[in-house]
């Protein structure tokens, strides 16, 4: 074996930009948060042939002096922290003083600043081959230009890797994007190939921003997002988060700040995920831009030397903030946030639907999917979780054998007022509403109803035009909302097992069900440790009991071994009181009388994320006035 010894500092830094140094946007993106960390007001990039011949970054920032040149291309050489303490509360964008001395050894680099002391700016130039700094006098105004020329061009197998122009350009584009909404303070220019591709101002004003979040994101995201701003235990969350009708097919609308810096976080997303978790339609992912607030020494940001990576002190503290912030930002949602943004698409931009408002990559489901969901036997379009994993649904009317399920179902609707003609099994809806005159003081959200559309859809007039309710799909959202509420009201029943049932686990899922002991009783499940691998279930929530209760505490245990808690137990309830409340609620061809219509819609406006069904389908759509009239060429 050859004797150990030391690597060179050019191979230690070809190693070192491995990891730092993926791509042009890797490169782009250190050298925007050098000058952002700088104090820039003003950043300025140009690229050339997708990052592969030039990137130029251009600031008007503090400067670095003469004689710190040299040593700004040195490995593990920085400003920005200078002790322990400051690593674990570090509050820059940079602080390893890694970058330029990997971007140097991999590029050709030149370096130009000039401090407000100075009278004349100096240049400091290196070539990854010999990594020999050279310094010469330059003229530049007070901030800092860096050149990075032919980017691997003495490592060619890297440059091999990468894509396209325009896929490397799109790399750079995005991480320009995420700078600019990080920083609302500072101004960004883009070109590419001489071309001007992004020009941002300073955004100051609450306006500005949404300017520039309608620059970045698309307006159509603006005008269906809800602005959130909550404050606890030393933790702000703010920004933007999109109506749970302005989905994606994919997780390429989600932008995540932490002090500042974008971040990737599992723990973030599943917190996100599931305050979306009963309002978005299969196989979607929300749309966001959110920025935490929180102390520096409660995060470590030391995780990754890319820096998208932290850890929280207090994980579950963050989880829960941002979970209980978003689930109230989405239940207090109302139609007027949809009109809102409705109304503004409505003026030169495709129909807005407030149920589904032009959703964002335009895969919305077809509406004929939307009314056979309102036909008999009504059911998601793909199996839930509580019939995918924990064995099949109930159904009501054979082999549902949880007899008090159905109790407590019917005893929400005790008291409503079911016509002769409707079915056995269905609620009644609520007690009818008197029309209000037209004339009338206030016009509600919703307006007042009209008519009725084949026995599925309720014609309603409003302010902004007309607007059509799948009732079906109203009814859903409104008996599963009271269900919840009504069982949120009572204890959670645990039922005995009358022969417990014993669980092969690993040691450390028997240690975990040991010690969380009273968080799963809580759960309504009694679980004890029989053996160093054996766990004996002997008590299972009443209301699941009819599900698999083996699946079901593996499950809980995975969460709690991935994110310290579970809301397992919760989430497979919520889907059965969605079963129940889909069955029950009112079907198609039922005849409803107008005031029976206007008392949906009005208990619509009052109810919880009443923007869609259990499954995520929209339960209602806008035409505006100015829709129809383009329908009929009016106005030409």
Same mark, same amino acid.
């Given at each position: 074996?050859?004797?150990?010894?030391?690597?060179?500092?050019?191979? &230690?830094?070809?190693?070192?930009?491995?990891?730092?140094?993926?791509?042009?946007?890797?490169?782009?993106?250190?050298? $925007?948060?050098?000058?952002?960390?700088?104090?820039?007001?003003?950043?300025?990039?140009?690229?050339?042939? /997708?990052?592969?011949?030039?990137?130029?970054?251009?600031?008007?920032? %503090?400067?670095?002096?003469?004689?710190?040149?040299?040593?700004?291309?040195?490995?593990?050489?920085?400003?920005?922290?200078?002790?322990?303490?400051?690593?674990?509360? $570090? !509050?820059?964008?940079?602080?390893?003083?890694?970058?330029?001395?990997?971007?140097?050894?991999?590029?050709?680099?030149?370096?130009?600043?000039?401090?407000?002391?100075?009278?004349?700016?100096?240049?400091?130039?290196?070539?990854?081959?010999?990594?020999?700094?050279?310094?010469?006098?330059?003229? #530049?105004?007070?901030?800092?230009?860096?050149?990075?020329?032919?980017?691997?061009?003495?490592?060619?197998?890297?440059?091999?890797?990468?894509?396209?122009?325009?896929?490397?350009?799109?790399?750079?584009?995005?991480?320009?994007?995420?700078?600019?909404?990080?920083?609302?303070?500072?101004?960004?220019?883009?070109?590419?190939?001489?071309?001007?591709?992004?020009?941002?101002?300073?955004?100051?004003?609450?306006?500005?921003?949404?300017?520039?979040?309608?620059?970045?994101?698309?307006?159509?995201?603006?005008?269906?997002?809800?602005?959130?701003?909550?404050?606890?235990?030393?933790?702000?969350?703010?920004?933007?988060?999109?109506?749970?009708?302005?989905?994606?097919?994919?997780?390429?609308?989600?932008?995540?700040?932490?002090?500042?810096?974008?971040?990737?976080?599992?723990?973030?997303?599943?917190?996100?995920?599931?305050?979306?978790?009963? $309002?978005? =339609?299969?196989?979607?992912?929300? &749309?966001?831009?959110?920025?935490?607030?929180?102390? +520096?020494?409660? $995060?470590?940001?030391?995780?990754?030397?890319?820096?998208?990576?932290?850890?929280?002190?207090?994980?579950?503290?963050?989880?829960?903030? @941002?979970?209980?912030?978003?689930?109230?930002?989405?239940?207090?949602?109302?139609?007027?946030?949809?009109?809102?943004?409705?109304?503004?698409?409505?003026?030169?931009?495709?129909?807005?639907?407030?149920?589904?408002?032009?959703?964002?990559?335009?895969? &919305? *489901?077809?509406? %004929? !999917?939307?009314?056979?969901?309102?036909?008999?036997?009504?059911?998601?379009?793909?199996?839930?979780?509580?019939?995918?994993?924990?064995?099949?649904?109930?159904?009501?009317?054979?082999?549902?054998?949880?007899?008090?399920?159905?109790?407590? =179902?019917?005893?929400?609707?005790?008291?409503?007022?079911?016509?002769? /003609?409707?079915? &056995?099994?269905?609620?009644?809806? *609520?007690?009818?509403?008197?029309?209000?005159?037209?004339?009338?003081?206030?016009?509600? *959200?919703?307006? =007042?109803?009209?008519?009725?559309?084949?026995?599925?859809?309720?014609?309603?007039?409003?302010?902004?035009?007309? @607007?059509?309710?799948?009732?079906?799909?109203? #009814?859903?959202?409104?008996? =599963?909302?009271?269900?919840?509420?009504?069982?949120?009201?009572?204890?959670?029943?645990?039922? +005995?097992?009358?022969?417990?049932?014993?669980?092969?686990?690993?040691?450390?899922?028997?240690?975990?069900?040991?010690?969380?002991?009273?968080?799963?009783?809580?759960?309504?499940?009694?679980?004890?440790?029989? /053996?160093?691998?054996?766990?004996?279930?002997?008590?299972?929530?009443?209301?699941?009991?009819?599900?698999?209760?083996?699946?079901?505490?593996?499950?809980?245990?995975?969460?709690?071994?991935?994110?310290?808690?579970?809301?397992?137990?919760?989430?497979?309830?919520?889907?059965?009181?969605?079963?129940?409340?889909?069955?029950?609620?009112?079907?198609?061809?039922?005849?409803?009388? @107008?005031?029976?219509?206007?008392?949906?819609?009005?208990?619509?406006?009052?109810?919880?994320?009443?923007?869609?069904?259990? #499954?995520?389908?929209?339960?209602?759509?806008?035409?505006?006035?100015?829709?129809?009239?383009?329908?009929?060429?009016?106005?030409?």
């Amino acid at each position: 074996m050859p004797p150990i010894q030391l690597l060179s500092p050019r191979l &230690a830094n070809q190693i070192a930009a491995g990891e730092v140094v993926e791509r042009p946007a890797s490169v782009v993106k250190e050298l $925007v948060e050098n000058a952002l960390d700088a104090g820039a007001d003003r950043v300025d990039v140009e690229i050339e042939q /997708g990052g592969v011949k030039l990137i130029r970054v251009r600031d008007d920032g %503090s400067g670095i002096e003469e004689q710190d040149l040299p040593l700004a291309l040195s490995r593990h050489a920085t400003s920005k922290i200078s002790s322990l303490d400051d690593l674990e509360a $570090v !509050a820059s964008l940079g602080f390893r003083g890694e970058a330029l001395a990997s971007i140097s050894s991999v590029s050709r680099l030149t370096l130009t600043s000039r401090t407000a002391a100075q009278e004349a700016a100096s240049r400091v130039e290196v070539e990854g081959r010999d990594m020999d700094a050279r310094i010469s006098p330059a003229a #530049h105004p007070v901030g800092t230009t860096v050149e990075v020329r032919d980017l691997f061009f003495n490592t060619p197998a890297r440059r091999k890797f990468l894509r396209t122009e325009k896929t490397e350009f799109n790399h750079v584009e995005e991480c320009i994007r995420r700078q600019a909404l990080s920083r609302f303070d500072a101004g960004f220019t883009l070109r590419h190939n001489q071309r001007v591709v992004q020009s941002l101002r300073p955004a100051e004003s609450a306006l500005d921003k949404e300017r520039r979040i309608g620059s970045l994101c698309g307006q159509q995201f603006i005008d269906n997002a809800v602005v959130i701003d909550a404050e606890a235990t030393g933790l702000r969350l703010w920004g933007w988060v999109a109506l749970p009708t302005f989905s994606r097919s994919q997780a390429d609308l989600q932008y995540f700040f932490v002090n500042g810096r974008v971040i990737r976080d599992r723990l973030v997303a599943h917190a996100v995920r599931q305050a979306y978790r009963d $309002v978005l =339609y299969n196989n979607r992912h929300p &749309a966001f831009v959110l920025y935490l607030e929180v102390d +520096p020494a409660s $995060v470590d940001v030391n995780v990754h030397p890319t820096k998208h990576e932290v850890r929280f002190r207090d994980g579950r503290l963050v989880h829960d903030f @941002i979970f209980r912030t978003l689930h109230k930002a989405l239940a207090d949602v109302r139609p007027d946030d949809h009109f809102r943004g409705a109304v503004a698409q409505s003026f030169g931009r495709e129909t807005a639907v407030a149920g589904q408002p032009a959703l964002a990559d335009g895969q &919305a *489901p077809a509406p %004929s !999917a939307w009314a056979a969901h309102a036909g008999t036997n009504p059911a998601p379009a793909q199996p839930s979780g509580f019939q995918g994993q924990y064995g099949a649904a109930p159904q009501p009317q054979q082999d549902w054998r949880a007899s008090d399920q159905m109790a407590f =179902y019917n005893s929400l609707n005790a008291g409503g007022g079911v016509d002769s /003609g409707a079915e &056995a099994s269905g609620p009644g809806l *609520p007690e009818a509403a008197p029309t209000p005159p037209v004339d009338g003081d206030e016009e509600p *959200p919703l307006g =007042y109803a009209i008519a009725q559309l084949h026995g599925i859809y309720i014609l309603a007039q409003g302010r902004a035009g007309l @607007i059509v309710v799948d009732m079906h799909a109203a #009814h859903e959202r409104i008996t =599963y909302e009271r269900m919840k509420r009504a069982l949120a009201e009572q204890d959670l029943k645990s039922q +005995p097992l009358l022969v417990p049932l014993s669980l092969a686990v690993s040691q450390k899922e028997a240690a975990l069900a040991e010690s969380h002991g009273e968080e799963l009783q809580q759960l309504g499940l009694q679980i004890e440790r029989i /053996g160093p691998e054996t766990l004996a279930v002997r008590q299972v929530p009443a209301l699941l009991r009819g599900a698999d209760s083996e699946q079901l505490v593996r499950d809980v245990l995975a969460d709690l071994i991935e994110h310290g808690q579970s809301d397992r137990v919760d989430a497979v309830t919520n889907e059965l009181l969605g079963t129940m409340a889909c069955h029950g609620s009112v079907r198609a061809n039922r005849q409803l009388t @107008i005031p029976e219509m206007n008392s949906l819609l009005r208990d619509m406006e009052a109810t919880e994320r009443s923007g869609q069904c259990n #499954h995520g389908r929209p339960t209602w759509t806008l035409v505006t006035l100015s829709e129809l009239d383009k329908l009929f060429l009016r106005g030409r």
